[in-house]
């Protein structure tokens, strides 16, 4: 059954984000969805590098959806085990996604300045979001919610990125 999977970091030194209302969100357009039975969202909120790697494990998802904050060139805010900033390069990202390529289908960086960090995923991920300028929480959250619509409601990738861009 495809998967979402969100990871969710907002560590103790960044300024705080509403990472739990996105996800809230996400999971009520599942909620709505005529083919609600077909997705499965699992979550894991103040992510490490290592729990992303094991949920990648246990989970097997289809999409991978961080948010948090991205420093562009520096790199996606994940945490370190005190909750402060553990900035974390695409490259070993990118080379974690590929033994996961098979099922993973598409990475969205919900996070200012991850397009940086996108482009580097994309060579081993057949479709990645990431955002080129700063994005305020309201927003992210309405892209993000208007892009699992339309995942949920069974269109494409592209699609989904166009309808979430307008919202």
């Known amino acids: 059954m495809p998967t979402v999977l969100i990871v969710s970091a907002s560590p ?12 809230r969100d996400i999971r009520h357009a599942l909620q709505r969805s005529r083919n609600r039975e077909d997705w499965i969202i699992e979550s894991n909120e103040a992510v490490t590098v290592d729990d992303l790697r094991r ?3 246990d989970f097997r998802p289809t999409v991978v959806h961080f948010s ?16 402060n900033t553990n900035s974390t390069d ?27 960090q996108g482009d580097v995923i ?13 994005v305020d929480d309201n927003s992210a959250a309405k892209f ?11 269109t494409d990738f592209r699609t989904a990125f166009d309808l979430g861009c307008t919202a």
Do not use: T
Request: proline share 1%; aromatic share 10%.
């Open 90 to 116: 695409a490259v070993p990202l990118a080379k974690l996604f590929h033994h996961f390529k098979d099922d993973l289908k598409c990475v969205v960086l919900n996070a200012c300045y991850s397009a940086v």
């Open 12 to 23: 103790l030194d960044q300024d705080r984000l509403r990472l739990g209302a996105e996800l």
């Open 122 to 134: 994309r060579q081993e991920v057949d479709y990645v979001v990431g955002m080129s300028v700063a």
């Open 55 to 57: 949920a990648l494990l």
């Open 68 to 83: 948090g904050h991205g420093g562009g060139f520096g790199g996606l805010c994940f945490e370190d085990a005190d909750g």
């Open 144 to 154: 993000a919610v208007a892009f699992y619509d339309a995942v949920f409601a069974g």
